[in-house]
């Protein structure tokens, strides 16, 4: 596939439309340029022992999971990446506290870091901060996929499906509800299948995703991946000046 004139990839125009004008996308692997093997080789490098685990306290209880956080910086089209110094997650997603989850370093890795780049040249060229850090969660499920509709006090929410193994699992986005609605009106409801990406603003939507349904002989998996682009308060609200909009 190739890229116009600028170095920007025509594929994405479409995908920059929508996420402005409609606050979410649907996308897939092949449109974002991924290698045809990335989902195999991540799956076998990073959904095993060595790096997800259940941890005490953590929802849905037979949840495994590990966690990287990348510290992004914009120059111009240049995408600079370095780990960030911690993975913790405090008070988020109804769990109290500050949470450490298994930690996998992405940046170590080729092409884990390209995935990276690839999901961060998903925020529309005017919408990107100079700096910021985006969350790169694995999370592999075998019958809750989360425990409630939520926001997750994000910018932009990415979910990737690397394979599934059952029915059900469907990824909903809803309006915020009015003023004395409990709830809003349905945006999207769709089982997403192994190569698909979905891509939302998290403040316009309430999210989920609804239990897996085992095959007959009972088996039941999810293995994705869900990156989120952080918002300044997550880890770096002391550099609040430096989040300018990179101009172009």
């Not at 116009?4 to 979410?24: H, M």
């Not at 890795?109 to 780049?117: K, L, P, T, V």
């Not at 000046?241 to 990179?246: A, Y």
């Amino acid at each position: 596939m190739s890229d116009d004139s600028n170095g920007k990839r025509p594929e994405l125009d479409r995908v920059w439309a929508s996420l402005v004008g409609e606050g979410y996308v649907l996308t897939s692997e092949d449109e974002i340029g991924l290698p045809v093997k990335f989902r195999d080789d991540f799956l076998q490098a990073y959904f095993t022992d060595t790096y997800i685990r259940h941890d005490p306290g953590d929802w849905p209880q037979d949840r495994k999971r590990a966690r990287d956080v990348v510290r992004y910086r914009w120059h111009g089209d240049d995408l600079r990446l370095e780990e960030h110094d911690t993975i913790a997650l405090t008070d988020r997603a109804g769990i109290p506290g500050k949470r450490e989850h298994s930690r996998v370093m992405l940046l170590d890795d080729a092409q884990a870091e390209g995935f990276i780049s690839a999901i961060l040249k998903l925020v529309p060229p005017d919408r990107r901060k100079s700096t910021g850090t985006l969350g790169v969660n694995l999370f592999r499920t075998f019958t809750d996929v989360v425990t409630k509709p939520h926001h997750d006090d994000e910018e932009l929410i990415i979910v990737y499906v690397l394979d599934r193994k059952g029915e059900g699992a469907e990824t909903y986005l809803c309006d915020l509800p009015a003023e004395g609605e409990s709830v809003g009106g349905a945006v999207l409801r769709k089982q997403l299948n192994p190569g698909d990406i979905l891509v939302f603003e998290d403040a316009r939507f309430i999210h989920g995703t609804t239990s897996l349904e085992p095959l007959p002989d009972g088996t039941a998996m999810r293995d994705v991946l869900v990156c989120t682009v952080d918002s300044s308060a997550t880890y770096l609200s002391a550099l609040s000046p430096s989040q300018d909009v990179v101009k172009g």
